[in-house]
């Protein structure tokens, strides 16, 4: 947890509004939509004196691979924080429970934000010292690197500021050179409509034709510029137990299985609880169909 004002982050707004008019948000409008009051909560809420940022961790190692009696299948790739039950269910009941003891000492909340809402959320994590905001623009924290979740809440309690945190990615790249899409165009900036993460998860329309050969296995999000990064070599298991892979998906989803789902009345019964709902069953499909059609030797090292 972390503490910072709820005065406007001003760098971090120009770069926000700069980013947007590059056309780097692709097809997500709710980005757009009264943008300012994502770096300046006092537009919203005009009483707020502090943000309380907080960072939950996620990560856990993948399972030994030791079954060799299965026969081989094509599966897809997915991002580490979505092998588990959906973690803004988890997250908002977390929130509840903070604010109800802020209310009891006194405090008026706003809200909890945990990723939906409308804030600069690792800008805001950065300023109240959780973490540095590393060249892969992800909130990187010095116990858990960057393989966490941020939420807020918004009080008009005035409390005492942390320290933000310094940036610590000195001259390192390793994030910007294995980004198989180019995505990172420059270090702390993202072009979403390259990133597999948005070309898998938020995109509505197909994957275009350059991409599906970069899509590198992964059906759904993206953890390439997370794994390669020094900060994240060190990572502690998470003792959240609805992170669990045992409760969601896990690392990986067979493309037949996927496939085989014949409506989408099974598809939402079936991945109610799983962040991969987000992506609806069209897009999976879709994704599945972009992997089948991706690089054949690729495949055979899955496979293999
Ligand atoms: C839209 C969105 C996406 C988009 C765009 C991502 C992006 N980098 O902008 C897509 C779909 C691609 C995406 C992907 C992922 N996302 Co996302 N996403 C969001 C969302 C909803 C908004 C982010 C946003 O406003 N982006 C616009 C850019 C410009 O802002 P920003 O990156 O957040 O912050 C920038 C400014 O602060 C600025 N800045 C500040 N100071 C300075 C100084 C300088 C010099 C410069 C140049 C810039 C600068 O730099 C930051 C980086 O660009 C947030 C939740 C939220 N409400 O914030 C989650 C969120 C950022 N996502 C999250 C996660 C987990 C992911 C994935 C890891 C999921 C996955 N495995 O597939 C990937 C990571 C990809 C990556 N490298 O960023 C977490 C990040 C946790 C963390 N530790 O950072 C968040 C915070 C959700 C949450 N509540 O936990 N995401
Ligand atoms: S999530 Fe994947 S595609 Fe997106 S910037 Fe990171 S490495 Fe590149
Ligand atoms: S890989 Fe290197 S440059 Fe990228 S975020 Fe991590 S430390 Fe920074």
Redesign the pocket.
Known sequence: MGITSAEP?T??GA??LK??SDG??GE?AY?KRAPEI??DPKRRFPEAKSVIAL?LNYYQKEPEQNDTTSPPQLSGKV????WGED?HHI?EKKLERLIETITDLGGRCWKG???????????F??RAGL?F?GK??????PQFG??????EVITDLALINDEPATNQCGTCRK?IEA?PTD??T?????D?RL????L???NKGPIPEPMVNKLEG?L????I??EVCPFNHQAIETDEPGFSMHRGVGPSLSLDELERIPDNASFKQQFTQSPLLRAKRSGLARNATALRQSNPSKIQERLG
């Open positions: 982050l760098r971090a770069h926000y980013w947007l780097f948000s997500m980005l994502r770096f960072a991002a580490r924080y979505a973690y997250i934000y945990v990723d939906h809402g409308p804030l600069l959320e690792r800008a994590a950065e973490g905001i892969n623009t992800n909130l990187i924290t960057s393989w966490v979740f941020l939420a994030c980004c995505a990172l420059e270090p702390y900036r993202l979403a990133c597999i993460s948005y898998t998860i938020e992964w759904f999000g993206c953890d510029c997370q």
